[in-house]
């Protein structure tokens, strides 16, 4: 759907065959590139799925031809189709979580790792899984003061050891009980889970 291929591998520090994995990703998409019978589609999300695997596809253009919108539909029908949907963060509901400034981990983590932007100097990431701790430790190599509120008692150690030794303050078996401030995040107020 983007016009890089990696997800999450274009901002997040991980590895894959020894390679970083943003370059993992490109030289994936080069292999498959070089191929005589694939066609890749970046810019592309698939929009439907329909009866006998007949998929349809919406394509961003960047520079459409004279007269064309910026968009193509392709109508694709498939000898076989892989659905391979990655993973989507849900949100954990609290009061007042519709505040400007409450946002999902991985968006926050987004604007620090891939584009270099920061959602606020003093983040407190809520948690309820081991995927929280890697945005948290993007958003703080980005500059950011970071603390993560992760609602299960029981917590990998090696992760807990991983944020101290980065200066991330980690609470486990706690909550967030709602948010401070009306035009943006001023507060946290933090009890048991």
Same mark, same amino acid.
């Given at each position: 759907q983007e016009a890089l291929p990696g997800g999450q591998l274009l901002w997040r520090d991980e590895a894959i065959e020894g390679q970083a994995g943003h370059a993992w990703a490109k030289a994936a998409v080069e292999r498959l590139q070089a191929l005589p019978n694939v066609t890749v589609k970046l810019s592309t999300q698939a929009a439907a799925y329909y009866d006998h695997n007949m998929v349809a596809l919406t394509e961003r253009l960047e520079a459409p031809a004279d007269g064309w919108g910026p968009e193509r539909l392709w109508l694709l029908r498939a000898g076989r189709v892989v659905l391979a949907t990655g993973a989507l963060e849900r949100p954990i509901a609290f009061p007042d979580n519709d505040r400007?400034?409450?946002? *999902?981990?991985?968006?926050?983590?987004?604007? +620090? +790792?891939?584009?270099? *932007? *920061?959602?606020?100097?003093? @983040?407190?990431l809520l948690t309820n899984n081991d995927d929280g701790y890697a945005s948290a430790h993007v958003l703080h190599r980005a500059g950011a003061q970071v603390g993560i509120v992760d609602v299960r008692g029981q917590v990998d150690g090696a992760l807990i050891q991983a944020a101290a030794t980065a200066? @991330?303050?980690v609470l486990p078996g706690r909550a967030l009980l709602g948010v401070e401030g009306t035009g943006a995040v001023h507060g946290v107020r933090i009890g048991p889970a």
């Open positions: 400007p400034g409450v946002m *999902l981990a991985a968006a926050a983590a987004t604007y +620090g +790792g891939r584009w270099g *932007l *920061l959602p606020g100097s003093r @983040i407190v200066g @991330i303050e």
